[in-house]
């Protein structure tokens, strides 16, 4: 079965800094790959996703994610961190043939002024 | 145009009283689904529906159960509560029910039970 692993729950970053969240995925067939993020008291808002093409997909807010199969990984970044990007992000996979999605853990990441 | 919407947006239960949940897909979509957030988890997934017939179902008790109505729109009812089942429940629609598609979730309803 498919399923993602996001490692460390807290991710703190200083204003202006790198954004990097680690998404690991497990699938024996060629993965759907999704972030999500999460602001408080809110329901789940899409960043980006891959299904297939360029390996390396753009989405809003100026995040970016690369596919990358030989290591299995979806890592969401953003060159400069703003105060906005303090929430909760969720990396998922869709189940083959539905687009049922399994989520990771989440990161919430912390924006240190 | 509107998005997904939810309600009631909270609930607060006793343990062993049954619940109904809402919800109104994006105009045009035909697939919701139900997912459960427990508080510092990631959502898990209970039910998923398409064109009004169940497509897929999670790992949750037979407690759970949902629906889809002519109009595309959703309810979702859990029996007997109990306290683990305290969550954020999510729908999402899209347009189908693809592996591709992007599912738009709502804001979600708050159940609290006690």
């Known amino acids: 079965a498919q399923s993602v692993t996001q490692l460390g729950s807290h991710v703190s970053v200083s204003e202006g800094a790198l954004v990097l969240l680690r998404c690991n995925y497990s699938?024996?067939?060629?993965?759907?790959l999704f972030w999500y993020v999460q602001y408080p008291n809110q329901g789940l808002q899409l960043l980006l996703k891959?299904?297939?093409?360029?390996?390396l997909v753009k989405g809003i807010n100026g995040f970016e994610a690369e596919f990358k199969k030989s290591e299995t990984s979806f890592h969401l970044t953003k060159p400069s961190a703003h105060m906005s990007d303090a929430a909760e992000y969720f990396c998922?996979?869709?189940?083959?043939?539905?687009?049922?999605?399994?989520f990771g853990k989440g990161n919430q990441v912390v924006v240190i002024p | 145009d509107a998005g997904v919407t939810q309600s009631p947006t909270h609930l607060i239960k006793t343990r062993g009283q049954q619940v109904t949940l809402r919800c109104s897909p994006i105009?045009?979509?035909?697939?919701v689904s139900w997912y459960q957030q427990v508080l510092g988890q990631g959502p898990q997934f209970i039910f998923q529906?398409?064109?009004?017939?169940?497509?897929g179902r999670g790992n949750f008790p037979d407690r759970f159960s949902a629906r889809q109505f002519p109009n595309y729109s959703s309810e979702l009812n859990v029996n007997a509560l109990l306290l683990g089942d305290s969550a954020l429940y999510l729908c999402?629609?899209?347009?189908?029910?693809?592996?591709?598609?992007?599912?738009?979730f709502g804001p979600g309803t708050r159940l609290l039970v006690l």
């Open positions: 999402a629609s899209s347009w189908r029910d693809r592996s591709q598609e992007t599912q738009y």
């Open positions: 699938s024996s067939v060629p993965p759907y």
């Open positions: 998922a996979v869709s189940v083959l043939g539905n687009n049922r999605l399994a």
């Open positions: 105009s045009g979509h035909k697939s």
């Open positions: 529906y398409y064109e009004k017939e169940e497509r």
């Open positions: 891959y299904t297939t093409g360029a390996t």
